[in-house]
């Protein structure tokens, strides 16, 4: 889940909100919506050094699988993929029932996150409450097959409640087995957790930055941990979410007051340029001189100062990479896992025609020593590839506590 700010109006939804994945959307329709997505692009989004100005001519030269969608599903992947290709995180065309289910906390759906790779699509986590979870779909599994073909986009397992899927898997093994898989309605939030590893460690898990994220609860976690001589904060697959809970959990585990980056807004840019006419306007030298940088604040408990890891992979992005980069930059945290995303940039949601929703990049960011994110992962201390085989040890929680304990 990206970092946004939500704005503020009415929430209008068109008929199509409530209407199937065949529904077919009209030329004119479908002109309406890109003239919508064009506007934003060009007008109201923002990152250093973008020229959201070619966005038109970029799109007239992906004109045709965009023509050629007849229905919602098919026209949403194809603007998609477009704006993909443009070469941007946190920008996104949102159909109409995505629109409405960003507001919810339940969700119709296999209930797993996932991305295309070569053979498939790689599963990144997996909700425990949902379709895919009952039916054994495990994180790394791939699935090769759905309905006897190879999918081509991770909307290839969308479809109405009740829907149903023949669906070919395969493990890191390379054992494949068959399933139906059923689409149903599951929870979306999943509960943050503390878990005890002996009298000394603990493993605070924060799924996510918005959907579930109590900022009352995590201070309870968080002194319940304090306890403890290590504690390891697993972001992994944690999608991102709200920079202000991100700034909230920064500062339940650093001082008050501690600039940890800077976000690079278009009135932070044009100053800078104002300020420097002869420099290159790039994010690492506007975040630099930038006079306004993001710190912790201070919360309701005492900050934990004790030794502390940082649990991360592919799916962890936005304000988890956030969180991450400033734990090992300023707390010296030992990180542990694989690379994130790389996808760091502040954005916004905005409805447009037809019960559609964009996501636009409004602002860029910088850690507090000068990395940009965005595209430039954070990379572990520790890179552990190797995944929790059914009820067995997790191998990434188990390298940190050897990490920790063992004062690597």
């Keep these: 889940m990206a970092i946004f700010r939500r704005l503020v109006g009415a929430f209008v939804v068109s008929c199509l909100a409530v209407s199937s994945w065949a529904q077919e959307l009209s030329a004119e329709q479908k002109t ?15 990152v250093p050094g973008v020229d959201f100005t070619k966005w038109k001519t970029f799109l007239e030269s992906k004109r045709t699988s965009i023509d050629e969608a007849k229905d919602i599903q098919a026209f949403t992947r194809a603007v998609n993929q477009t704006l993909r290709e443009f070469g941007l995180s946190h920008m996104a065309l949102l159909n109409p029932r995505s629109t409405v289910a960003r507001t919810q906390t339940t969700a119709v759906g296999p209930g797993m996150s996932m991305i295309l790779e070569e053979k498939g699509l790689r599963v990144r986590s997996v909700l425990p409450e949902g379709p895919a979870k009952a039916a054994g779909i495990a994180e790394k599994d791939v699935i090769v097959s759905v309905n006897g073909a190879k999918p081509t986009s991770v909307e290839a397992l969308n479809g109405e409640k009740g829907a149903k899927f023949k669906v070919e898997i395969e493990n890191e093994k390379g054992e494949k087995r068959e399933i139906e898989l059923e689409l149903k309605e599951y ?16 493993v605070l898990r924060v799924n996510s930055f918005t959907r579930g994220y109590e900022r009352n609860d995590i201070e309870a976690l968080v002194t319940e941990a304090s306890k403890a001589k290590y504690l390891i904060l697993d972001l992994r697959s944690n999608g991102g979410g709200a920079v202000n809970n991100l700034r909230h959990l920064l500062s339940c585990l650093m001082p008050d007051n501690t600039p940890y980056g800077t976000f690079i807004s278009r009135t932070t840019a044009k100053d800078f340029i104002t300020a420097r006419p002869t420099e290159e306007a790039t994010p690492e030298k506007i975040a630099e001189w930038a006079p306004v940088k993001a710190k912790t604040i201070k919360g309701k408990i005492e900050p934990f100062m004790g030794s502390l890891a940082v649990l991360i992979n592919r799916g962890s992005a936005s304000a988890s990479e956030i969180t991450a980069a400033a734990l090992q930059e300023i707390r010296g945290a030992k990180v542990i896992g694989t690379k994130t995303a790389g996808a760091v940039l502040a954005s916004v949601f905005r409805n447009i025609s037809e019960g559609f929703s964009v996501q636009y990049p409004v602002s860029d960011y910088v850690t507090i020593k000068g990395k940009r994110l965005e595209k430039g992962p954070v990379v572990p201390d520790v890179e552990v590839t190797a995944v929790r085989q059914g009820d067995g040890p997790d191998p990434v929680i188990e390298k940190a506590l050897e990490v920790l304990r063992g004062g690597f």
């Design 187 to 202: 929870s979306t939030v999943r509960k943050n957790t503390v878990t005890w590893f002996g009298e000394d460690a603990a």
């Design 32 to 46: 309406k919506i890109l003239a919508d997505v064009e506007g934003i692009v060009t007008e109201r989004a923002f």
